[in-house]
Structures are given as structure tokens and as C-alpha cells.
């Protein structure tokens, strides 16, 4: 860590830790029966101005590397185990949402000496992004990364921090005092540091921090989720390569997890180079306000998908990584069609759609459901469709493989018990069907649901058919991007339509649409997203289509309820 650690505003680099402070000299002594935050060696002296941390200081600091295609693994950031399952660190660091493009080195001290027997290698299973990050602002700047299996405590070099207490989680608890960062960022000569640096953090009023770092103003602490720090000795602060380390605090011999790294300011050099301005604060992700998040993650470790199904949400032609190039064909087996019926008569009509989450449950949007029509009548689900104009449907790129619909009756109807309150809020229905759906079937599959909120900003689809006045014959697929909850709004009170509370809808517009475009899915096509679980990509529900932007206009939001504040209510409804 050198003189200055974490993300420099500015600078392309993961951010990183120099740091500069207290050298402890340890002998062994006998742990109390702690399971977090105790070091295995006992402190016995103190040297302060940039002195390199002792091996088993921070036995709970790891580093995080990146494979590169061409060359050796590349060091990314820091990271604080929390748990057997769980590494904490700056979601800034993850570029790449694949698991398998990174490992983490524990109990690691030299950063490239791969002699060190005391330091264990492990694989990510799984990357968890805070669901509200913001890659523009480090807004939420924290992630969770799940290790392929459960890491050890055997050695006295790795051991858990603990997490900041939730009864004292105001940022006057920690105001003015002094905690610890820890990295391998830029040391004074502006590189990497090979060995894990410690210093002194004080931290200070967020109105101070942003009076002395205005044109950094969007990297700032505008909420509870962002502090800042500063280094208490001259020239000692975090830098690029300290990212995703933390801050820590003792008391009572024991250390406690406040702070993530996540930006500092920017030093341009005399040699054209840049690196991170030592003498102004950095910022920090503040731990205590996301320990409700954290601990969903951990209680539910081994429950990645809401109703605990092996099948759901598996996708095909996962070796394809640009969605947009996979065939539509069977690629969304939990599409549905609402079937209609037209009293006395036998005819049925599509007029909504529905995504199958169970064998035995489709979800739907309220609305269509509560009746489109006052005499037609909600009949029965046709499920596995691709081509709504053929009694079988031949895959385009194979045609010896077909496949074949089912139709299933409706037994029951459950609205959501706060459906259209306030107008168009928790908009969703579930239909029970009279029998299982034949999921045996390859084109008859269910989604996946998230357990817990996740992150959704890549590889976002939606997918269904079409529609202008009638239905589009084959199912289709588009790109979709979220936008500002705000800007939405503003667009649908422009046509006299006032959106439920913001966490109730999520709006996207299309990636590419030609302009004009009049073609909109049906009610109920589902926004869906990819997440590796298991090491298997799955599909997970995001929302379905409430309302398409009228007016043929390419530059509208498109409002899809938003799934998450409802999954309770499935729950209890499919069990």
C-alpha cells in the first residue's frame, strides 16, 4: 500500500491501497473463542510512517486476480472474508460478470510470491453485485463473492473480520476516529506494492470531503452508503490497487469491518503519468448500511432461486455469449399465452402472456387477467409455443426437431392482496393450473426467481410475441436497457398516466429499435436476466410488461412491474 491506495478518479486502474502506517511487531498467543475479527498473533509493539504490514496482521485481507487471456493472472483489488462463503468487496472491481474469470489468493502477504505456502488459492462460484450499483457514480459500490468452496480457518494467516454492529451504525460512531486500510496499492513510487501495506484513516464530515474535492463531486457521499477518510500521517492514503480492501476498527481487541475502498483523488505527474492525491480524502463504501443485504446473502447461501427449483431457468446455447445471437427457438421455454374464451363460443384468443415459474403456476399481469374484455373470459394457458400459426413447430436451424404446445386449464386465480393499490401497483396475478405443465417437454421449462434483489444491468431481454391490434405469429426477442425510475415518470405523466411507487415498476428501453416502430409486446412478456448459479447460467425473472410507450416513438420507456417486492407473496402462494 505505499503512501496511497484505492480507485483514482480518473484513472482507468482498479483502485488500490498505498499504504503507510502502523508496523506491529506479534508473537503467538492463545485466541479467545472468537469467530471473527481476532488476529492469531498478539501485537507487542508499534512503528508508525509507512512501515509494511506483518504476515498475520490481516488475516481476513485477500486479494483478487483476474485471468488474462495472453499473460499471467492479473492482481485486481482487495477483499475482506466475512464468512466461510463469503468475501466483501468493491463491485467496481468486477469488470466481468463471468465467476470463472477470477480467483482469490487468502492469507497472502508477498503478492507474487507463489512460493508461499501459507496462502490458499481459491476459485469464485459466484459474483453477487449490489442491486442499486451505479458503475457511473460507485454508488452501492459493493459486491459479495462466493468461493468454490468453504474456506478454511486452520492457518493463522485467514480468519474472518466481523461485520459492524447494527445498533451502532451512524456515521457518528466512527467520526474522527482512526481505523485501518490495508492493500497492495501504489506505493511511492507509484506501483504496485509487492508486499501488504497498512495505514492510519480518520474518518471525517461528508460536508468536508465534498468542500475539498468539488470536482469530484458525482464519486461523493450524497447518502448513507458513502464515507470518507483521510490518512493521518503525511502522504499516507489508499490508491489504485487498494479497491474492495477495508477499513477496519478495533475494539476490545477485536476488528470490525466499516469501510470498502472505492475511490480516491486524482495526482497527475510531471511524467505525463497519474496517480492518487495522498493529501486529499478518499472515499469508502460505509459496510454498516448493507448489513441487511449481506446477511439475506448469507442466510440463504445454498438458496440462489426463490422456489428451490433444479430445472428453472437453465439456458441454452450458453456458450453464446452476445444474447442477441442466439436463436429464439426454444431458447425461453417459460413463455405463456393467455387463452381466452369468447362466451358461447369455442374459438380461444391470445390476447396476454404469462411466464410459467412452477409446474403448476404461471405469472401474469392483473389487469389482464381481471378481464380485457367484459365477454371474454380467462379459459386456460397455452404453454411451449413458438409459432402461434402451427399445430408443430420446426426449429429453424433443425427441422427434423419439433416441437409441440400444451394447453392447460386455469384452476384458481390469486391476485397479489394489494393489486391496483395505488392504481397499477403490485399489478400481478398467479393462475394455478388445473395439473403440472409437461416439463419434461424441452420448450416446457420454468424461469428462475430471485431470492434475494439482484443486480440487472447486462444481458437483459425481453422476449414473446408482438403485437398491433392482432398478434404477431412467432415468438421474438429484444435487448433491453434499464433507465432512470425518474425519467420514466416524467415521460408517462406527459401522457396523463401516474406510475406506482418507484420500486414497484422498473422501466427499459430497447437497446436498438428502428424509429417508428409500432410493434409492442403483449401484456406480460417477461424481462428476464442472466446469472451464473452453480456454475450454471440461469435465466432469473426480472418483471413483466405492464405498459409499451404509445405512439410508434423509439425513445420511450417501457414499464415492467417489478418483481422482487412480490416474491414474498409467491412464496407463500406456491408453497
Same mark, same amino acid.
Given at each position: 500500500?505505499?503512501?496511497?491506495?484505492?480507485?483514482?478518479?480518473?484513472?482507468?486502474?482498479?483502485?488500490?491501497?498505498?499504504?503507510?502506517? &502502523?508496523?506491529?511487531?506479534?508473537?503467538?498467543?492463545?485466541?479467545?473463542?472468537?469467530?471473527?475479527?481476532?488476529?492469531? &498473533?498478539?501485537?507487542?509493539?508499534?512503528?508508525?510512517?509507512?512501515?509494511?504490514?506483518?504476515?498475520?496482521?490481516?488475516?481476513?485481507?485477500?486479494?483478487?486476480?483476474?485471468?488474462?487471456?495472453?499473460?499471467?493472472?492479473?492482481?485486481?483489488?482487495?477483499?475482506?472474508?466475512?464468512?466461510?462463503?463469503?468475501?466483501?468487496?468493491?463491485?467496481?472491481?468486477?469488470?466481468?460478470?463471468?465467476?470463472?474469470?477470477?480467483?482469490?489468493?487468502?492469507?497472502?502477504?508477498?503478492?507474487?510470491?507463489?512460493?508461499?505456502?501459507?496462502?490458499?488459492?481459491?476459485?469464485?462460484?459466484?459474483?453477487?453485485?449490489?442491486?442499486?450499483?451505479? =458503475?457511473?457514480?460507485?454508488?452501492?459500490?459493493?459486491?459479495?463473492?462466493?468461493?468454490?468452496?468453504?474456506?478454511?480457518?486452520?492457518?493463522?494467516?485467514?480468519?474472518?473480520?466481523?461485520?459492524?454492529?447494527?445498533?451502532?451504525?451512524?456515521?457518528?460512531?466512527? &467520526?474522527?476516529?482512526?481505523?485501518?486500510?490495508?492493500?497492495?496499492?501504489?506505493?511511492?513510487?507509484?506501483?504496485?506494492?509487492?508486499?501488504?501495506?497498512?495505514?492510519?484513516?480518520?474518518?471525517?464530515?461528508?460536508?468536508?470531503?465534498?468542500?475539498?474535492?468539488?470536482?469530484?463531486? =458525482?464519486?461523493?457521499?450524497?447518502?448513507?452508503?458513502?464515507?470518507?477518510?483521510?490518512?493521518?500521517?503525511?502522504?499516507?492514503?489508499?490508491?489504485?490497487?487498494?479497491?474492495?480492501?477495508?477499513?477496519?476498527?478495533?475494539?476490545?481487541?477485536?476488528?470490525?469491518? =466499516?469501510?470498502?475502498?472505492?475511490?480516491?483523488?486524482?495526482?497527475?505527474?510531471?511524467?505525463?503519468?497519474?496517480?492518487?492525491?495522498?493529501?486529499?480524502?478518499?472515499?469508502?463504501?460505509?459496510?454498516?448500511?448493507?448489513?441487511?443485504?449481506?446477511?439475506?446473502?448469507?442466510?440463504?447461501?445454498?438458496?440462489?432461486?426463490?422456489?428451490?427449483?433444479?430445472?428453472?431457468?437453465?439456458?441454452?446455447?450458453? %456458450?453464446?455469449?452476445?444474447?442477441?445471437?442466439?436463436?429464439?427457438?426454444?431458447?425461453?421455454?417459460?413463455?405463456?399465452?393467455?387463452?381466452?374464451?369468447?362466451?358461447?363460443?369455442?374459438?380461444?384468443?391470445?390476447?396476454?402472456?404469462?411466464?410459467?415459474?412452477?409446474?403448476?403456476?404461471?405469472?401474469?399481469?392483473?389487469?389482464?387477467?381481471?378481464?380485457?374484455?367484459?365477454?371474454?373470459?380467462?379459459?386456460?394457458?397455452?404453454?411451449?409455443?413458438?409459432?402461434?400459426?402451427?399445430?408443430?413447430?420446426?426449429?429453424?436451424?433443425?427441422?427434423?426437431?419439433?416441437?409441440?404446445?400444451?394447453?392447460?386449464?386455469?384452476?384458481?386465480?390469486?391476485?397479489?392482496?394489494?393489486?391496483?393499490?395505488?392504481?397499477?401497483?403490485?399489478?400481478?396475478?398467479?393462475?394455478?393450473?388445473?395439473?403440472?405443465?409437461?416439463?419434461?417437454?424441452?420448450?416446457?421449462?420454468?424461469?428462475?426467481?430471485?431470492?434475494?434483489?439482484?443486480?440487472? %444491468?447486462?444481458?437483459?431481454?425481453?422476449?414473446?410475441?408482438?403485437?398491433?391490434?392482432?398478434?404477431?405469429?412467432?415468438?421474438?426477442?429484444?435487448?433491453?436497457?434499464?433507465?432512470?425510475?425518474?425519467?420514466?415518470?416524467? %415521460?408517462?405523466?406527459?401522457?396523463?398516466?401516474?406510475?406506482?411507487?418507484?420500486?414497484?415498476?422498473?422501466?427499459?428501453?430497447?437497446?436498438? =429499435?428502428?424509429?417508428?416502430?409500432?410493434?409492442?409486446?403483449?401484456?406480460?412478456?417477461?424481462?428476464?436476466?442472466?446469472?451464473?448459479?452453480?456454475?450454471?447460467?440461469?435465466?432469473?425473472?426480472?418483471?413483466?410488461?405492464?405498459?409499451?410507450?404509445?405512439?410508434?416513438?423509439? %425513445?420511450?420507456?417501457?414499464?415492467?412491474?417489478?418483481?422482487?417486492?412480490?416474491?414474498?407473496?409467491?412464496?407463500?402462494?406456491?408453497?
Amino acid at each position: 500500500m505505499g503512501k496511497v491506495i484505492s480507485e483514482c478518479w480518473g484513472i482507468p486502474t482498479q483502485a488500490v491501497m498505498a499504504l503507510l502506517v &502502523l508496523l506491529l511487531i506479534q508473537q503467538p498467543f492463545e485466541v479467545a473463542a472468537s469467530t471473527c475479527g481476532v488476529r492469531r &498473533l498478539s501485537p507487542m509493539g508499534l512503528v508508525t510512517k509507512g512501515i509494511i504490514a506483518e504476515p498475520g496482521d490481516w488475516p481476513w485481507h485477500v486479494a483478487l486476480f483476474a485471468h488474462m487471456k495472453s499473460e499471467k493472472p492479473a492482481y485486481k483489488c482487495g477483499g475482506s472474508i466475512i464468512s466461510q462463503h463469503f468475501v466483501l468487496s468493491a463491485a467496481h472491481c468486477i469488470k466481468e460478470p463471468n465467476p470463472d474469470h477470477y480467483f482469490l489468493k487468502a492469507g497472502i502477504h508477498h503478492l507474487n510470491n507463489d512460493n508461499d505456502t501459507s496462502v490458499v488459492v481459491y476459485n469464485l462460484f459466484e459474483i453477487i453485485l449490489h442491486p442499486k450499483y451505479d =458503475r457511473h457514480t460507485f454508488y452501492n459500490d459493493i459486491a459479495l463473492m462466493r468461493p468454490d468452496r468453504a474456506i478454511s480457518f486452520a492457518s493463522f494467516s485467514i480468519f474472518p473480520i466481523c461485520l459492524w454492529p447494527t445498533h451502532n451504525a451512524t456515521l457518528i460512531d466512527v &467520526l474522527s476516529r482512526s481505523g485501518i486500510a490495508v492493500g497492495f496499492g501504489f506505493d511511492e513510487t507509484h506501483r504496485i506494492s509487492e508486499t501488504l501495506q497498512q495505514a492510519s484513516m480518520k474518518v471525517i464530515e461528508k460536508q468536508q470531503c465534498i468542500e475539498q474535492l468539488p470536482e469530484h463531486v =458525482r464519486f461523493l457521499p450524497q447518502d448513507a452508503g458513502k464515507m470518507c477518510a483521510i490518512g493521518t500521517e503525511s502522504g499516507a492514503n489508499v490508491c489504485s490497487g487498494d479497491s474492495g480492501g477495508g477499513l477496519y476498527f478495533a475494539k476490545d481487541q477485536v476488528w470490525y469491518l =466499516r469501510g470498502i475502498v472505492s475511490a480516491a483523488a486524482r495526482r497527475d505527474l510531471d511524467t505525463g503519468e497519474a496517480t492518487c492525491n495522498a493529501a486529499l480524502p478518499a472515499t469508502y463504501t460505509d459496510v454498516a448500511q448493507y448489513t441487511t443485504w449481506i446477511n439475506a446473502h448469507q442466510q440463504l447461501v445454498d438458496q440462489r432461486n426463490l422456489l428451490k427449483l433444479e430445472d428453472c431457468g437453465v439456458a441454452r446455447n450458453s %456458450e453464446v455469449q452476445d444474447e442477441m445471437k442466439k436463436p429464439v427457438f426454444n431458447q425461453y421455454p417459460w413463455n405463456a399465452l393467455l387463452e381466452f374464451r369468447q362466451l358461447d363460443k369455442v374459438q380461444t384468443h391470445l390476447v396476454c402472456s404469462g411466464i410459467l415459474i412452477h409446474p403448476r403456476y404461471v405469472l401474469a399481469v392483473g389487469h389482464c387477467v381481471e378481464g380485457v374484455f367484459s365477454n371474454y373470459k380467462l379459459q386456460s394457458v397455452r404453454l411451449g409455443e413458438y409459432n402461434i400459426r402451427s399445430v408443430e413447430d420446426a426449429d429453424p436451424n433443425a427441422p427434423a426437431t419439433t416441437i409441440t404446445s400444451q394447453s392447460v386449464d386455469i384452476e384458481q386465480v390469486f391476485f397479489h392482496p394489494n393489486y391496483n393499490k395505488p392504481q397499477y401497483a403490485n399489478n400481478l396475478a398467479l393462475l394455478k393450473l388445473k395439473h403440472n405443465a409437461d416439463t419434461s417437454k424441452p420448450n416446457i421449462k420454468p424461469i428462475c426467481l430471485p431470492a434475494v434483489d439482484d443486480y440487472k %444491468e447486462t444481458f437483459l431481454t425481453v422476449s414473446g410475441w408482438k403485437r398491433n391490434k392482432l398478434i404477431f405469429p412467432k415468438m421474438e426477442r429484444d435487448a433491453m436497457n434499464l433507465t432512470s425510475s425518474i425519467t420514466c415518470r416524467s %415521460e408517462y405523466d406527459k401522457l396523463g398516466v401516474v406510475l406506482p411507487p418507484t420500486e414497484d415498476v422498473l422501466c427499459a428501453v430497447y437497446k436498438t =429499435r428502428p424509429k417508428g416502430h409500432c410493434h409492442n409486446y403483449a401484456t406480460g412478456s417477461p424481462l428476464q436476466y442472466i446469472k451464473r448459479v452453480d456454475k450454471v447460467p440461469r435465466y432469473f425473472l426480472a418483471g413483466l410488461m405492464v405498459f409499451s410507450f404509445p405512439h410508434c416513438r423509439a %425513445e420511450g420507456s417501457e414499464m415492467f412491474v417489478n418483481l422482487e417486492r412480490a416474491c414474498d407473496w409467491i412464496k407463500d402462494t406456491v408453497k
